[in-house]
């Protein structure tokens, strides 16, 4: 190769790099493959990480940090340094609570839980809780990395601008099944009601996601009002109810490994960390199709620490970070830029990146409004059954 030839696919190579689209290590690779020494591609990249972290440093006004952080996140729903990389470059402290399904969350902040700087609701949650006063205005000076966030998600319909929301993850929620036990052709929710396999399912302790899986096996939208599907469903779930084992969310994953439960709704990360520990599992999108939500992180009108809490939403909104949950709970990032670090065995994977004809099958959950009611009902009796 001509010299001068070298030099400018070199300088196309830095640039293509600074622009976020390779990884460090692509970038090495390449860079000394075009004839560039070790050292002067550790250079180079090493200058491009303190950039970054000068940028990073610039966005925030320290002296308005508080000394803790109180986050509420899903269960499982994050990865093992995102909590100690904020600590340590922040020095904030940052207290983690858990919960397991929306409706939990949202009880306990009216029942008058005032500590929380950050929630983690799906979309249609932050449209019940708008509607009720319970989030709080975010100010986008404060979160630059917005602007890094998929077309898709940026404009959502239940938060019109993103004036109160930022996304954290987005899935669909199928089901998790062992292939060793579960035979024959594998692409319905009819197989959580045949009887062979009584005993190994569960359906999600999530009143609109359980409830979502009969309204789809007969062919209704996930978010009916009508009170004559919902009775319908009802009347299915009541007839399932003596082959489950349980209504149970991201605690089934230790059943699905040991082999206890064969058949259960579930999101697709759960289920691939599940499979992380039995390759046994697998994940299906039936045929009559299923839930796709997104998760966001919003910060409750009565959060102690908002300031903070916006930098720890425009720091997750770096590709880096939220790649790095992705690659660990294995579901889908907001984040374009991410999408460049994302393991290529999870890019590809159609459970967590639905190409256009299995997104076709997919339904985002709406507030019901009136009809939560309903759904309140029924799920009381068939917790109860
Ligand atoms: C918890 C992730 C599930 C979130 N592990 C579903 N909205």
């Known amino acids: 190769m001509k010299e001068k030839n070298k030099k400018s696919r070199i300088e196309e190579l830095v640039a293509t790099f600074e622009a976020g689209k390779l990884t460090r290590r692509d970038f090495i ?28 440093a610039a966005q925030v006004d320290r002296s308005k940090l508080s000394k803790e952080l109180n986050i509420y996140n899903w269960s499982d729903y994050i990865a093992e340094d995102t909590i100690p990389n904020f600590e340590k470059e922040f020095g904030v402290k940052v207290n983690y609570d858990t919960y397991e399904d929306n409706e939990a969350m949202l009880a306990k902040l009216q029942s008058g839980a005032t500590g929380y700087d950050i929630v983690v609701p799906t979309g249609y ?3 019940i809780m708008l509607i009720q006063g319970l989030l709080a205005p975010i100010d986008h000076d404060i979160i630059p990395n917005l602007k890094g966030v998929s077309d898709e998600l940026r404009d959502p319909p239940y938060d019109p601008g993103r004036k109160h929301s930022v996304p954290w993850q987005w899935g669909t929620t199928g089901f ?50 009508s009170k004559s599907e919902l009775m319908e469903a009802k009347k299915m779930l009541m007839e399932q109810k003596p082959l489950l084992k349980a209504y149970i969310s991201a605690p089934v994953k230790s059943l699905l490994i040991s082999g206890e439960v064969w058949l259960s709704q579930l999101w697709v990360g759960d289920t ?22 997104d998760d966001n992180l919003a910060i409750p009108k009565t959060a102690p620490h908002k300031y903070t809490a916006q930098v720890w939403m425009n720091y997750c909104l770096r590709p880096e970070v939220s790649a790095g949950v992705s690659n660990f709970v294995h579901y889908a990032t907001p984040v374009e830029a991410a999408k460049k670090l994302i393991d290529k065995s999870d890019l590809n994977n159609p459970g967590i990146y639905p190409p256009p004809e299995v997104m076709k099958r ?20 068939l917790k109860a059954a």
């Open 125 to 127: 949650m932050i449209e």
């Open 29 to 56: 690779k390449k860079a000394t493959a075009l004839g560039l020494s070790m050292a002067g591609a550790l250079t180079i990249a090493d200058r491009f990480f303190s950039k970054t972290r000068q940028a990073y």
């Open 362 to 381: 997919l339904e985002f959950q709406k507030d019901v409004g009136e009809a939560t009611r309903l759904y309140d009902q029924i799920w009381t009796e």
């Open 176 to 225: 998790a099944y062992n292939s060793k036990k579960v035979s024959g052709k594998i692409d319905s929710w009819k197989l959580l009601w045949d009887p062979q396999y009584k005993g190994k399912i569960t359906l999600l302790d999530d009143m609109r996601s359980a409830i979502s899986v009969a309204l789809k096996y007969r062919g209704y939208s996930l978010n009916s009002t």
């Open 272 to 293: 691939l960390m599940a499979k992380d520990e039995n390759n046994d599992i697998e994940y299906c999108i039936p045929k009559e199709g299923c839930e796709i939500w």
